[in-house]
């Protein structure tokens, strides 16, 4: 029997190995693998930006329940809540409770299992669909259910800000999307805990 090879016709031989290697090497970084960017380490209230959001995590809370914000915590949870300001930096207006992009896309609760958030909803009047308009600053409570047991005023919140690249569909999808998050940056957040309050206190205003 003559090997599989010698029916193979020899000019195609080369395109074979090419995807062959191609696709080995792509297991493992590909040719010239470049190393990623270093991930940076961010304070709360230093700025994060990227072509889609401008995302400033202002503080964050322990906080028995936050139903103003749409976080419904349970017998035995609580909500560890942040303070976030965003902007759009796109031209279209984005939903900052998408999970798949926008807000709750980009900010992920590193320490609580790599969550998304549970809730994001407006500081101001308590929407809990906010859309963020382009050039528009929003401040946000960013919020997560967690168990009762969970955190502590001993600890930190931490979190990662992810950036997203802008896909431009063709042929059988068309129109703009965010996709293929990558972590940028992380950050510990300082805990206060503010038992059953009904708001987010700025530390900065006591006193």
Do not use: C
Not at 83 to 97: G, K, M
Request: aromatic share 4%; proline share 7%; glycine share 8%.
């Amino acid at each position: 029997m003559r090997a599989a090879t010698d029916r193979i016709p020899t000019a195609w031989i080369p395109g074979i190995l090419t995807a062959v290697l191609l696709g080995a090497t792509a297991a493992f970084g590909g040719l010239d693998a470049v190393a990623s960017s270093p991930v940076a380490t961010l304070e709360p209230g230093e700025t994060h930006r990227n072509d889609m959001l401008s995302i400033t995590v202002e503080r964050a809370v322990l906080i028995d329940t936050l139903k103003d914000a749409g976080a419904y915590a349970k017998d035995g949870q609580r909500v560890v809540a942040a303070v976030v300001t965003a902007e759009n930096r796109w031209d279209t207006a984005l939903p900052a409770n998408a999970k798949s992009a926008g807000l709750s896309g980009s900010i992920i609760a590193s320490g609580l299992g790599d969550r998304p958030p549970d809730a994001v909803a407006r500081l101001d009047d308590g929407n809990t669909s906010p859309w963020l308009q382009p050039g528009v600053p929003a401040e946000l409570v960013v919020a997560w259910i967690i168990d009762e047991d969970e955190l502590t005023d001993a600890d930190e919140l931490h979190l990662e800000l992810r950036d997203f690249s802008l896909v431009t569909g063709r042929l059988i999808v068309n129109g703009e999307w965010w996709d293929n998050p990558v972590v940028v940056a992380e950050m510990a957040v300082p805990l206060t805990d503010v038992g059953a309050g009904a708001d987010l206190p700025d530390p900065e205003a006591a006193g």
